[in-house]
């Protein structure tokens, strides 16, 4: 398959200002040192040849997810848009809604999760601390306990705050690490090194058209998605 028709696949909302792409878990969104191609470089690829476009292509990140997370992520086409995403996302007026699946059930069905997250670079790890402390900005979450199988359950998420692996690690410090997700708790990895995160949804006023978007993000050829996606 091609670039641009797995692009093209991925697509769940294209028009002159916006891409909005189903990234699949296992997908950097920027290069690394690895010297994979990202995501954004397939995109651009995508668009170059679909439009025809002489010269680089322009497209802005103004959101990222980690490496083995999945769903929705937007892609600016312009600078317009991709300054008023930039704007967006800081006074939050972008809904972001994920799914995780996790083997413990919360200690409540549903709450707000408010922690301070400190970053460490070297091992690229959040850490989540229930007061205040120098260098680590308030992470805040929604969460509610939305099906159950078996052995797992699925929560769904709304994240208030852009945090480096906020969901990850909050999660984590409840008690609640997400399946497969070593790095924060999980007693073991996913066959794909995915984890169950992905994001669901996204809610947001066109930064240039100003329409209302609602974009639904199916989730991963997997059982245990599957039997969750199908039940709610």
């Known amino acids: 398959m091609s670039i641009a028709d797995y692009i093209k696949q991925q697509a769940l909302y294209e028009d002159n200002h916006l891409l909005v792409l189903n990234k699949p878990a296992g997908e950097i969104m920027q290069g690394d040192k690895t010297g994979t191609l990202p995501l954004l470089e397939k995109a651009k690829k995508y668009i170059k040849i679909r439009y025809n476009k002489p010269g680089n292509v322009f497209l802005g990140l103004p959101h990222r997810l980690d490496q083995p997370v999945s769903g929705a992520v937007i892609f600016a086409r312009t600078s317009k848009s991709l300054a008023r995403l930039n704007q967006m996302l800081q006074d939050r007026t972008i809904k972001k809604n994920y799914w995780a699946v996790v083997k413990n059930r919360p200690p409540a069905d549903e709450g707000l999760l408010v922690h301070y997250m400190s970053r460490n670079r070297q091992k690229n790890k959040s850490y989540a601390f229930e007061s205040p402390r120098k260098n680590a900005p308030k992470a805040e979450l929604k969460y509610k306990l939305a099906a159950s199988s078996d052995h797992y ?72 998605w599957e039997y969750f996606e199908k039940i709610l």
């Open 153 to 224: 359950h699925l929560l769904e998420i709304e994240l208030l705050t852009g945090r480096h692996h906020q969901i990850r690690s909050q999660l984590s410090v409840m008690g609640c690490p997400i399946k497969g997700d070593l790095k924060y708790g999980a007693p073991r990895p996913n066959d794909d090194a995915s984890i169950h995160l992905h994001a669901r949804s996204l809610e947001f006023m066109h930064p240039v058209s100003g329409e209302l978007l609602k974009i639904t993000a199916p989730v991963p050829k997997d059982p245990l």
